[in-house]
């Protein structure tokens, strides 16, 4: 015999029959994207019994999302009292016939009762298994987030790329500084830019850092040390290396030296080269991770390979927030444009990347600077096209065209994409990547750049700029 319509509990048995078959269509439109889909890479390191923990409860829900609404179905397909399946019938909506499982109907009494008693126990199983799946679920995230203090949580919630700021207090430095010392990768933040930071000494770790940017290549990769004292253990510091280093460190400068300590730097974040990257940060907390890890850490700018480096902490982690154990957010960063790397090796001292520390301030130290010749190959900052955004650059430009966003410089205008309303130069290199990005969520036709002059950090500005465009430098 059916229910009578109306009747409190068959109203709420047909949502319940609406929203079961509801979750079985996104389920199967999930499953469709999962399997055309890659996911992201795992946070790392994850151990082996994570990693089973974590494929187990995704399949898992998989399994459950889909067999939960097909046994109902079943159910409702053999039941032999059968109250026709009608859709959003209660909400004030004409409803939509839902067809039965096909041949069910044609099934003897006795077989339906049958089948409809497995096919009920399933269903209350399914359920039971998603309660436990959740609450797995939620246990995981509760771990990262409050044992790793990693950002993964973040990365579970519905809002995505959003993240909570990780606060840099003494304890979430220590457990960074114990993630570096695991081999695990950390954002780090710095004066220029926020850095995807590994333990310089450890390949395994240097070699995960790599696949987390997505390098092409595995090009040389900077050291960062708290000072030049520690930077000496393991590298040869001439004469006009020590006066740079005493003049800016700590600082947007990088220093290519020989090196003396191969273990200290292993072959990989050296890419087998005989000389070493060396900078001292000028980053508070950039510092306080530093000291308290005790070692050379080698921290490429944060962003995947080929794409604009980030300058806050959203950013980030929006780029590969993925592939960390642990962060520290070090809000905005001061200078904006990477540190300006020179080789202070035989011959004259030469500018192999310009940067956030300006030409004229090296030269006033030791003289004129030669051009990077060679080493330039070597340089991934050197590549053509390096730092892009995905909509095409016009540089130079006197106005923008239909369609363009616009980055304009020194005309008074204080827009969000202004790179610096009164033309300074310095506010511009400050600017321009968080700019670079904005422009381009804007998914505009293409970007214009106002002219920037090529003094002090204009240099750096519009190195950038060309090869973000793809011009040659
Ligand atoms: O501001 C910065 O320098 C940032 C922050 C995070 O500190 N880091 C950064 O690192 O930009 P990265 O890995 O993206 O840039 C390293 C630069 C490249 O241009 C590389 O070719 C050069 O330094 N480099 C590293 N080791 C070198 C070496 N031994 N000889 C010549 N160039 C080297
Ligand atoms: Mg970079």
Known sequence: MQPAVGDAKYALFRDHKTVGIAILLLSLVRLGWRIAHAPPPYASPLSFLEKAASRITHWGFYAVLIGMPL??????SASPLHAPTVLLANWG??????????????????????VTSGAATAHDGFGWAAGVLLGLHVIGALKHQLFNLGPVMHRMLPFGSSYVPVKVSDEAVAQAAQALKDGALVLMPTETVYGLAADASNPAAVAALYE???????????????????????ADFDERAVKLAEAFWPGPLTIVVPIRD?????DLARAGLDTVAVRAPSHPAAQSLLKAFGGPVCAPSANRSGRPSPTTFEDAFEETGFAVQASLDGGPCTVGVESTVVAVLDGPVRLLRPGGLAREAIEAVVGPLAEADDDAKRSPGRLVRHYAPDAPLRLNAAAPEEGEAWLGFGDGFHGPLSLSPNGDVNEAAQRLFSCLRAADRLKPRGIAVAPIPETGLGEAVNDRLRRAAGFVG
């Open 93 to 114: 909506l004409p409803g939509i016939s839902w067809p039965d499982i096909p041949l069910v109907g044609k099934f003897t009494f006795a077989q339906k009762v049958a």
């Open 71 to 76: 046994s109902g179905w079943l159910v409702a």
């Open 262 to 266: 191969e273990a200290a730097v292993c």
């Open 212 to 234: 987390a940017k997505g390098r092409p290549r595995f090009n040389p990769l900077i050291s960062h040390v708290t000072g030049l004292e520690a930077a000496r253990k393991f």
